[in-house]
């Protein structure tokens, strides 16, 4: 059995740790000078909890933005429990970390983005669509040819 270490999953789990820490220090500091969230998630994530008229909305996925007003933020565990306001009305939502596509803060030009497997096989279906519509030339090696039988015309002469 041969045994290799998953880099792509300790990473993941390791930014994720990161935004965790953010998320608490914000929890309990509140943001500090001009820092501010662009955070993008997987609305169809099962254990992500939005308002009917959001998902409705947003059905594969939604940008939220953490910066003037937001209220009740729960950094747990799993993810983070926050209200946002929404054209006036404000909307409690609960983010799990691993519905989380990109984090972004502009203000220091910082950002994540995690890519799921469901990334990935995206990628090898438009890969393959595109051998599928690409002929390529093979041109032969003259090495691999063989000498050409030598017809003497001099026996259809007259």
Not at 30 to 53: K, M, Q, R, V, Y
Request: cysteine-free; overall charge negative.
């Amino acid at each position: 059995m041969s045994r290799e270490i998953d880099y792509g999953n300790l990473m993941h789990s390791a930014m994720r740790g990161l935004i965790r820490s953010v998320l608490d220090g914000v929890a309990e500091h509140g943001l500090p000078g001009n820092h501010h969230f662009f955070i993008t998630f997987d609305t169809s994530h099962p254990d992500a909890e939005l308002a009917d008229w959001l998902s409705d909305r947003y059905p594969g996925e939604m940008t939220v933005v953490m910066q003037h007003w937001f209220d009740n933020l729960d950094v747990g565990e799993d993810g983070f429990a926050i209200t946002l306001n929404f054209g006036d009305a404000p909307e409690p939502l609960y983010i799990p970390y691993d519905a989380i596509k990109t984090f972004v803060d502009p203000s220091v030009e910082f950002g994540l983005r995690f890519e799921s497997p469901e990334d990935d096989e995206e990628v090898e279906e438009m890969v393959a669509e595109l051998d599928d519509d690409i002929e390529i030339e093979v041109e032969e090696d003259p090495a691999d040819k063989k000498p050409a039988d030598v017809v003497s015309l001099d026996s259809f002469r007259k």
